[in-house]
């Protein structure tokens, strides 16, 4: 849903061999200079695969930053514009259900019933998973965190993290860009935030792909109610 007629937010789609390859992205800013920034990155992620389809996640958001930096003059000069993208973007091997991701700024969620004893224990000391669990839900919703830096230009700039995760079947996975949680609304005219979020795709994890996004739309548009929507919103769900 973008705020204007073009977009900031953008995703990108493949399927490589027995991998399926999915990349949720929110520029900086909206309307024209966004959807400028993303162009540069769907072109940028397209040159990537040509070059090396066989990449792992860290490595293709590591070539894409350095090909944004190189592409807007990035040099990290002061009054330098400071143009970039978050990012989240999973690799998951169709054959035995191991996910790759690599997150800059942005998370991924993973939807899963009761998770084992065997798995939780398996993550205790794991600083980038994190899991809520409301007492009223079967069901639990697993975080994996991004690193704290943007594709593109940045104070501290290390390289991109990746996280192996394996999936079940039936997991729901959720990525998506700031838009929906910034909304303004609500009877406080307050943003709806991470938490009202996560309970809400908690709330859809009965229903059909297809219906989980009309629901999500009419939650989105009922918390609006008369303000403006602020930002370009893009959600993305799979089910495993």
């Known amino acids: 849903m973008p705020r204007n007629i073009v977009s900031g937010d953008f995703y990108w789609f493949k399927i490589i061999e027995n991998k399926t390859v999915i990349v949720t992205a929110d520029c900086t800013g909206h309307g024209v200079p966004g959807a400028f920034v993303s162009l540069l990155g769907i072109s940028f992620l397209n040159e990537i695969f040509a070059e090396n389809s066989a990449l792992a996640s860290d490595k293709i958001v ?12 990035q040099k990290g000069a002061e009054g330098e514009q400071k143009d970039g993208m978050d990012i989240s973007i999973y690799i998951i091997n169709n054959t035995d259900l191991q996910m790759q991701y690599t ?13 084992s004893t065997e798995f939780l224990k398996s993550i205790e ?5 994190r899991i809520y669990a409301p007492n009223n839900s079967d069901y639990s919703l697993i975080e994996l965190k991004p690193d704290r ?10 390289e991109f993290s990746r996280q192996d995760f394996q999936l079940l079947k039936n997991d729901l996975i959720y990525s998506f860009s700031d838009g929906y949680a910034d909304q303004f609304g609500g009877e406080k005219n307050e943003k709806l935030m ?8 908690l709330s859809l994890v009965e229903h059909k792909i297809d219906d989980q996004k009309k629901i999500l739309h009419q939650e989105f548009e009922s918390w609006k109610g008369y303000n403006s929507q602020l930002d370009d919103i893009l959600v993305i769900g799979l089910k495993v």
């Open 62 to 73: 590591n070539k894409l930053r350095d090909k944004i930096k190189i592409s807007l003059k």
């Open 103 to 115: 997150g800059a700024q942005n998370p991924v969620y993973i939807v899963r019933k009761n998770p």
């Open 125 to 129: 000391n794991n600083k980038k998973i």
């Open 149 to 158: 830096m943007p594709v593109g230009i940045h104070l501290l700039e290390n």
């Open 194 to 201: 991470s938490q009202r979020f996560k309970n809400i795709l």
